[in-house]
């Protein structure tokens, strides 16, 4: 089985601008969650989707979004983008959304805003 | 409210030496708890995950770890560690409030000195 895909590997943006993601899961899995990871900070929980639906939202702004597909591919956008939004953007993917689930990781989206 | 701690940035152990890593959480069900590794470059792997039954898990390459309820700690532990085990390391809990969430520590990075 492939793996979780993240596309595109690195990004370079500038402040005010908005950025789109792209994470394609492990197939069969409907579960797919969005991680910010910054030095020091660890892991932040963005969101996660199950079929379609939005099924948990972490404390990000409202510029943070994202969206699934039938085919359980999702997307994630920033809009206007801040300095702050500078990290490695994990996506990770499961069969279902219990708490007991492991995730897969894919290797992560790097996103720079200058 | 749910939270990991990881109380050491960094740690530095000599090739063949012991390891622990050392986590705390903070849950008041059952707590689901994991432990994956990040490579540089890479996304994250599951070392090993802790439901229910034993409290010592064993996990790949050749990590352990072990529940005390009455600690809240769930330490991380390698009798030899090897030059390739150094990465950053990763406590988290499986929580369930608010939707099914996976909960992150700050992480812990392994140098390893030959």
């Known amino acids: 089985k492939a793996g979780v895909t993240q596309t595109p590997r690195y990004l370079i943006k500038t402040r005010g601008q908005q950025v789109t993601l792209s994470c394609s899961p492990i197939?069969?899995?409907?579960?797919v969650s969005w991680y910010q990871q910054t030095p020091g900070q660890g892991l932040q929980f963005l969101f996660e989707?199950?079929?379609?639906?939005?099924?948990n939202k972490g404390n990000f702004p409202g510029r943070f979004s994202g969206r699934q597909f039938s085919n359980s591919r999702s997307e994630m956008n920033v809009s206007t983008l801040e300095l702050g939004d500078s990290a490695l953007y994990l996506c990770?993917?499961?069969?279902?959304?219990?708490?007991?689930?492991?995730?897969?990781f894919g290797s992560g989206t790097q996103l720079s805003v200058l | 409210a749910q939270s990991v701690t990881q109380p050491d940035i960094h740690i530095t152990v000599s090739e063949g030496a012991s390891l622990e890593l050392r986590c705390n959480y903070s849950?008041?069900?059952?707590?689901?708890l994991f432990w994956y590794v990040q490579s540089p470059g890479q996304g994250l792997q599951l070392l090993l995950k802790?439901?229910?039954?034993?409290?010592l898990v064993q996990g790949i390459k050749g990590f352990e770890a072990e529940f005390k309820r009455s600690q809240s700690s769930f330490n991380l532990r390698k009798p030899s560690v090897h030059w390739s085990d150094a990465a950053e390391y990763f406590c988290?809990?499986?929580?369930?409030?608010?939707?099914?969430?996976?909960?992150f520590g700050a992480g812990t990075r392994l140098f390893v000195k030959a």
């Open positions: 990770a993917s499961r069969n279902d959304h219990g708490r007991r689930e492991k995730l897969f």
């Open positions: 197939s069969g899995h409907r579960s």
């Open positions: 989707y199950f079929s379609e639906t939005q099924r």
């Open positions: 849950y008041g069900a059952t707590p689901y």
């Open positions: 802790y439901f229910s039954g034993d409290t």
């Open positions: 988290a809990v499986g929580a369930s409030t608010g939707g099914f969430k996976t909960i």
